[in-house]
Structures are given as structure tokens and as C-alpha cells.
């Protein structure tokens, strides 16, 4: 990521962690941070408390998740959930990776060829004078092309249909297309909130040209 690049999401920490929580972070996390010797086949990107990550996870066992999420808070309540009471991460989330960091540093030091990319409820900035913190301007829809599989799919997914429709214009200037705009309602903390108070997400599933 260059230096001068805008940061798209807000905070990194939130409350303090309980013990369990910051002891996992301490050394479950470095354990499952990604490697450079392993591929990876889905990426998930923003994950929240990261229960889309799991059923991934869980749905594919023979597949690697990458999980990006910068908020530690986040992090932690992952790592919570995918390990038993002696830390030991349970069998069905043995395939889960966590990149605790912003998702463009790892893409712009790798090349991964991903067969699902999700961004779920991505930070919508509604704020004109934020706009420029939106996460899926071109030149990022760009890299994750990049990061793709010829046959790879984004996976995009928002209540804020303003910002669902300022991704669509900008979908022009890059190397994808909309392949279709039908997804079944995927739950996670954010859509529950629904704090666009719209009356449902909108999804569009993006393909290379
Ligand atoms: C509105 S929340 C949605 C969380 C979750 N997907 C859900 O639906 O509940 C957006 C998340 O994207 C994360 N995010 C924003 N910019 C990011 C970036 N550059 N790389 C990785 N995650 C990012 C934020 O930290 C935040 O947790």
C-alpha cells in the first residue's frame, strides 16, 4: 500500500479485550496469519465479528479462507469463536487464515488467485466530504481483478443503496462486469443493524470481462 493511500475503515481498537481474547490475539493469530507459501482459494474482506468467515470455513473444508479485518475487536471475536477453551482451533475452522490489517497491504505484496472474493456491508463513509474513504473505487476493484481467478467471482453486498449505486458507476472503469445482481440474504451483525434503514441489501456479484 503507498504511503499516501486513504484509510477506509475507522477505528482499530475498540474495548479492551477480556484475558481469553488477548491471549488468543497474542498466540493463536500469528499461527493463522497468512503465509506466503500456501495459496489461498476465497477471501473475505472487512469480515466484522466474522461469522460469514466461518460458515465459509465450515462449508468448505477443503478450501483456504482468508479473513482481512483491522479492527482488533473483530479479530478477537473471531478468534473466540473458532477455538475450544484450551485454544486449540476446532477442526471445521482448521482452514481459516486472518490477516489483522488493512486487505490492500497483502494484496499488493502477493498474487493470489481467489475463486470468491466477499465484501459484505463494506464501510458506506455517507458523508460526502468521506466519500473518498470508500473502500470499492475502481482502482481497488481493479486489484482485487488482479487477485482473481479467470473464473473468480466479488461477492458485494450493502443496505446503503446509495453506495451500492456509486460502486455500479464506477464498475466502468474497470476490468469488470456485473454478473448478476441476485444473492440470497446473507446474515451478519451489520445487516441486522441495518443502519441505512433501507428495506433490504442489495447484492451484485462482479466477473472479470
Ligand atoms: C460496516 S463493517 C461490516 C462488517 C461485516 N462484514 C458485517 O457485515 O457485519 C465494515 C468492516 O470493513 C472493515 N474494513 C474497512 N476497510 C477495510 C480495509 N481496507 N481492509 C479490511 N477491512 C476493512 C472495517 O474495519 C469494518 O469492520
Not at 21 to 30: F, H, I
Not at 80 to 101: A, G, T, V
Not at 134 to 149: D, V, Y
Not at 165 to 182: A, N, R, Y
Request: charged share 30%; proline share 5%; net charge neutral.
Amino acid at each position: 500500500m503507498e504511503k499516501q493511500e486513504i484509510r477506509t475503515f475507522g477505528r482499530r481498537h475498540g474495548k479492551k479485550l477480556s484475558p481469553r481474547k488477548a491471549r488468543l490475539v497474542q498466540t493463536v493469530l500469528p499461527k493463522i496469519t497468512p503465509n506466503e507459501s500456501e495459496n489461498a482459494d476465497i477471501l473475505e474482506i472487512g469480515f466484522g465479528a466474522g461469522e460469514h468467515v466461518r460458515e465459509l470455513a465450515s462449508g468448505n473444508p477443503n478450501k483456504i479462507i482468508i479473513g482481512a479485518e483491522p479492527f482488533e475487536n473483530g479479530v478477537a471475536a473471531l478468534l473466540s469463536r473458532i477455538c475450544d477453551e484450551n485454544d486449540n482451533i476446532l477442526p471445521e475452522y482448521k482452514n481459516i487464515r486472518i490477516w489483522p490489517d488493512d486487505v490492500r497491504l497483502i494484496l499488493n505484496q502477493n498474487k493470489f488467485s481467489f475463486s470468491e472474493i466477499w465484501v459484505l456491508h463494506p464501510d458506506p463513509w455517507p458523508k460526502a466530504r468521506h466519500e473518498k474513504r470508500r473502500l470499492l473505487n475502481p482502482i481497488f476493484l481493479n486489484l482485487l481483478s488482479e487477485n482473481m481467478a479467470q473464473s473468480g467471482k466479488i461477492i458485494i453486498g450493502t443496505d446503503h443503496w446509495e453506495y451500492y449505486d456509486w460502486i455500479l458507476s464506477g464498475i466502468q472503469d474497470t476490468k469488470l462486469v456485473v454478473c448478476d445482481f441476485e444473492h440470497e440474504t446473507i446474515q451478519t451483525r451489520y445487516q441486522k443493524k441495518n443502519m441505512a434503514h433501507t428495506s433490504e441489501t442489495k447484492y451484485m456479484i462482479l466477473c472479470k470481462k
